[in-house]
């Protein structure tokens, strides 16, 4: 905790459990000690990847103020698990009745005569929560299972990257599941597809089939009118001779 003149500030890390794809926040408490009105501001060095709200305001005397901190989704692990991005939040004393529409940048401004109180923050991954594993046989009674991980939560480097990593491959290991679900998908449409084409062509042929019998049987029978009538035609003609 920052035992400044106007502002107590907890925590002075903001810790961030670091997991792949997934917006994490954190929050500071300002608690103002004094009877004035207090001013404050948020900066950080690295401003597109954390989004502060609010990141000016006022606190009122004897009051307090949430301030949260959230690092956007990252799609890649941070090479190296020692964060180096920092904050610092500036705090001035105003006139009383002050809202945050009378906050300036002129307000902050050391330069300018005015009094400004400065804490640096500094940004630290810890491990995410992990769900409960069943007890190995043998193991004392209140022994902590990750030994990787110091007694302040901060994580080793070696325990960070392989949690990384084997995130990342769970990651992977879960889109080529959706990818090869898909196919399968789409395989069992086309060939559902392929049986309906299948038994709609075997109907047609039968149809075919039946007209082309129908049709054959007419020409024979006309034939047979046809001969008829020539038999008709000659032996009237032979009487005529």
Excluded: W
């Excluded at 047979?224 to 008709?232: D, E, N, Q, S, T």
Aim: include cysteine; proline fraction near 6%; glycine fraction near 6%.
């Amino acid at each position: 905790m920052s035992t400044g003149d106007l502002l107590s500030i907890e925590p002075l890390e903001l810790k961030f459990p670091f997991e792949l794809r997934k917006q994490i926040s954190c929050s500071l408490l300002l608690s103002n000690k004094t009877d004035n009105y207090v001013a404050f501001k948020v900066k950080t060095t690295n401003p597109k990847k954390y989004c502060v709200r609010p990141n000016t305001g006022i606190v009122l005397p004897r009051s307090t103020c949430d301030v949260i901190v959230t690092m956007q989704a990252q799609k890649e692990a941070p090479p190296d698990p020692q964060c180096k991005d920092k904050f610092l939040l500036q705090s001035v004393k105003v006139n009383d009745g002050a809202t945050v529409k009378d906050i300036t940048a002129e307000m902050f401004n050391k330069e300018a005569g005015h009094v400004v109180e400065e804490c640096k923050l500094r940004v630290v991954y810890v491990s995410p929560p992990q769900p409960p594993s069943p007890v190995p046989e043998g193991s004392e009674e209140g022994s902590s299972p990750r030994g990787s991980v110091s007694d302040n939560g901060h994580v080793n480097a070696a325990e960070f990257a392989n949690a990384a990593r084997a995130f990342s491959e769970q990651l992977e290991s879960q889109d080529k599941s959706s990818e090869a679900r898909a196919l399968i998908s789409k395989l069992t449409e086309e060939k559902n597809n392929a049986i309906q084409q299948n038994n709609k062509l075997r109907q047609e042929l039968e149809l075919l089939r039946r007209q082309g019998s129908k049709s054959s049987g007419g020409v024979s029978f006309m034939f047979v009118i046809f001969v008829g009538l020539l038999g008709i035609i000659m032996g009237y003609l032979m009487k005529k001779s």
